[in-house]
């Protein structure tokens, strides 16, 4: 079973059984079987299939945190030990967005004062992680607010409330967003995501017609799509979008503005090791700080990024 569990967790990596072949030197055929014996065997689905498409379901996440750490186990057998088994291991869940922008700061601040312990970031979508910690596989998730009510024993602090803003090729004219939704072919923020149902409630509110062109959740796709002159997006102004790219336009939503709340949902923190408390204080901080910095000045000559 070594073996599909290191092809199961290039898969998660990957994103695709494609790309999970080419970097475990596998045709794609015998990637698709590997898995299918590893369900079997596991007697669980591991992904939700969708035609051709397979995407990692709450079950999938759960084994492969424990793959995770089986596989580890297994490459050090026989090695001499050098750390101490109590060093303190935290799983943080976390969202493309913040990976990219809150993690790295915090976690950097974190290991500056915490040499004993061991994080590790668990990627996934907002809903995934919401399972992951309910459950008590991981310690935290940097996501997207939930739309429903959470369950007692679970804490939300925001990091960012980000406004939507109607984002269109910057060759495009005019300001009046409701025309411009009409008239320009329009990018989705997908509908499966927290972020893309608060576009998808906001459009029904608004009742506008659209020209549908493509739906997708990452949102640097989506950016580049406007930039590349393929059509308009409501899109969430995060802090590595506080100033926008060359190719893009922002317009306000004025009164009609909704926003993107993200934030760390955790068991309460009483019941929470005092690392795992600090870490939590590190990325609280960190998120202030970009926050402060997204409210500044915009810079000459900006480029397109990561978001």
């Given at each position: 079973?070594?073996?599909?569990?290191?092809?199961?967790?290039?898969?998660?990596?990957?994103?695709?059984?494609?790309?999970?072949?080419?970097?475990?030197?596998?045709?794609?055929a015998a990637v698709s079987a590997q898995m299918q014996r590893l369900e079997?065997?596991?007697?669980?689905?591991?992904?939700?299939?969708?035609?051709?498409?397979?995407?990692?379901?709450?079950?999938?996440?759960?084994?492969?945190?424990?793959?995770?750490?089986?596989?580890?186990?297994?490459?050090?057998?026989?090695?001499?030990?050098?750390?101490?088994?109590?060093?303190?291991?935290?799983?943080?869940?976390?969202?493309?967005?913040?990976?990219?922008?809150?993690?790295?700061?915090?976690?950097?601040?974190?290991?500056?004062?915490?040499?004993?312990?061991?994080?590790?970031?668990?990627?996934?979508?907002?809903?995934?992680?919401?399972?992951?910690?309910?459950?008590?596989?991981?310690?935290?998730?940097?996501?997207?607010?939930?739309?429903?009510?959470?369950?007692?024993e679970l804490q939300w602090q925001t990091l960012a409330r980000e406004p939507?803003?109607?984002?269109?090729?910057?060759?495009?004219?005019?300001?009046?967003?409701?025309?411009?939704?009409?008239?320009?072919?329009?990018?989705?923020?997908?509908?499966?995501?927290?972020?893309?149902?608060?576009?998808?409630?906001?459009?029904?509110?608004?009742?506008?017609?659209?020209?549908?062109?493509?739906?997708?959740?990452?949102?640097?796709?989506?950016?580049?799509?406007?930039?590349?002159?393929?059509?308009?997006?409501?899109?969430?102004?995060?802090?590595?979008?506080?100033?926008?790219?060359?190719?893009?336009?922002?317009?306000?939503?004025?009164?009609?503005?909704?926003?993107?709340?993200?934030?760390?949902?955790?068991?309460?923190?009483?019941?929470?090791?005092?690392?795992?408390?600090?870490?939590?204080?590190?990325?609280?901080?960190?998120?202030?700080?970009?926050?402060?910095?997204?409210?500044?000045?915009?810079?000459?000559?900006?480029?397109?990024?990561?978001?």
């Open positions: 079973m070594i073996r599909e569990l290191k092809t199961f967790i290039a898969v998660s990596r990957e994103g695709t059984f494609a790309g999970a072949a080419q970097k475990v030197g596998l045709t794609q079997v065997e596991l007697g669980f689905a591991l992904f939700d299939r969708h035609g051709r498409s397979a995407k990692i379901n709450a079950k999938g996440q759960q084994l492969l945190l424990q793959a995770q750490e089986l596989i580890q186990l297994y490459s050090n057998l026989g090695a001499t030990p050098v750390a101490s088994a109590k060093a303190m291991h935290i799983n943080v869940g976390a969202i493309a967005t913040l990976q990219r922008t809150v993690l790295p700061d915090a976690l950097a601040d974190f290991h500056s004062t915490s040499p004993g312990c061991h994080t590790r970031i668990i990627p996934g979508v907002s809903m995934d992680m919401v399972n992951l910690v309910d459950a008590g596989d991981i310690d935290m998730a940097a996501i997207i607010r939930p739309p429903f009510q959470l369950q007692s939507f803003r109607l984002i269109v090729p910057s060759h495009v004219a005019g300001s009046d967003w409701t025309q411009l939704l009409s008239e320009q072919p329009f990018i989705r923020y997908d509908r499966a995501s927290f972020g893309g149902r608060l576009v998808d409630r906001f459009l029904r509110q608004m009742h506008v017609a659209l020209h549908e062109i493509c739906e997708c959740d990452e949102l640097e796709t989506i950016v580049k799509l406007v930039a590349n002159g393929a059509g308009v997006a409501l899109f969430p102004q995060t802090a590595a979008f506080a100033h926008w790219p060359v190719k893009v336009r922002a317009i306000d939503l004025g009164v009609h503005t909704f926003y993107r709340e993200t934030g760390l949902l955790h068991r309460q923190e009483q019941s929470l090791a005092e690392p795992v408390r600090q870490l939590i204080q590190a990325i609280m901080k960190c998120a202030a700080h970009q926050q402060v910095m997204a409210a500044s000045p915009p810079r000459l000559n900006s480029r397109l990024t990561g978001h």
